[in-house]
């Protein structure tokens, strides 16, 4: 049903009901009602909902909805591991792989998890330049 794949959705994004609610723009306890059943769905707030979970309208409403994780988008991945190394080049001594992947990473998942670049349909890692470079400049390689 529905409210089950709303649920769903939220608990695989990894938000907390009422961090949900707030990027939805209701309050948790109608989040709460929503995905209980206990409240209708207006048709128009999907597309937010959706957004907001990083997924689309057509999973929402998919009886068949599964529990895959998302496909990485590639270009991202590549843009990213892009301005890292960059960044490396700045340094007086390159970090080992550990701390290079540990950094990666993390940066991978931030910029998953970033809600306002996801709404605007961009991707800029550059917004993290300073992130990075203080994550390695702050470790002793």
């Known amino acids: 049903m529905l409210h089950d794949n709303i649920k769903a959705a939220r608990e695989r994004a990894g938000l907390s009901l009422a961090s949900a609610a707030d990027r939805i723009g209701v309050g948790k306890t109608t989040l709460f009602r929503l995905?209980?059943?206990?409240?209708?769905i207006?048709?128009?707030?999907?597309?937010?909902?959706?957004?907001?979970?990083?997924?689309?309208?057509?999973?929402?409403?998919?009886?068949?909805?599964?529990?895959?994780?998302?496909?990485?988008?590639?270009?991202q991945v590549h843009a990213v591991v892009q301005m890292v190394e960059e960044v490396l080049h700045e340094l007086p001594q390159r970090p080992s792989p550990s701390q290079v992947s540990t950094v990666?990473?993390?940066?991978?998942r931030l910029t998953r998890d970033d809600f306002d670049q996801r709404l605007e349909g961009k991707f800029d890692p550059?917004?993290?330049?300073?992130?990075?470079?203080?994550s390695f400049y702050g470790r002793n390689p």
């Open 35 to 40: 995905e209980a059943g206990e409240a209708p």
């Open 42 to 75: 207006a048709a128009a707030r999907l597309p937010v909902i959706a957004r907001a979970y990083g997924t689309t309208v057509a999973d929402l409403v998919d009886d068949t909805f599964t529990d895959r994780p998302p496909e990485p988008d590639y270009r």
């Open 104 to 108: 990666v990473t993390q940066l991978l």
């Open 126 to 134: 550059e917004r993290y330049r300073e992130l990075v470079k203080a």
